[in-house]
């Protein structure tokens, strides 16, 4: 059974930084997961994929709201997969999940896409 714990989040004025972390234990990937992924949830909205990498480290997907400011990377040594997380605003104000699962390369990562998941890290940003 693989489990996944998010850490780093916490409080930042807009435009700080935060690092993310998701250490990964129990679980060496299967036939049923090609990436790893961040999603965030805020209060009253649906949860959405923010970032994915796939297995092999090179291909990624950002969300449009995330593209340029937001960099997922992993350590294989660590068993750690990371979210670098820049130029904050208020609205990435959210709970940031860290999850393993499996989606085609070039569509949308939705939440039924992946079936292992940490139990979450705030992040909140302050104008």
């Known amino acids: 059974q693989g489990q996944l714990v998010e850490s780093g989040g916490g409080s930042v004025q807009a435009g700080g930084s935060l690092r993310l972390s998701c250490a990964v234990s129990g679980y060496t990937g299967s036939s049923t997961s090609n990436c790893m992924g961040w999603f965030r949830q805020a209060p009253g909205k649906e949860r959405e994929g923010v970032a994915v990498?796939?297995?092999?480290?090179?291909?990624?997907y950002y969300a449009d709201s995330v593209k340029g400011r937001f960099t997922i990377s992993q350590d294989n040594a660590k068993n750690t997969v990371y979210l670098q997380m820049n130029s904050l605003k208020p609205e990435d104000t959210a709970m940031y999940y860290c999850?393993?699962?499996?989606?085609?390369?070039?569509?949308?990562?939705?939440?039924?896409?992946?079936?292992?998941w940490g139990q979450g890290t705030q992040v909140t940003v302050s104008s």
């Open positions: 990498l796939y297995t092999g480290g090179r291909t990624t």
């Open positions: 999850a393993a699962g499996w989606v085609s390369q070039g569509a949308t990562p939705e939440p039924r896409d992946f079936h292992y």
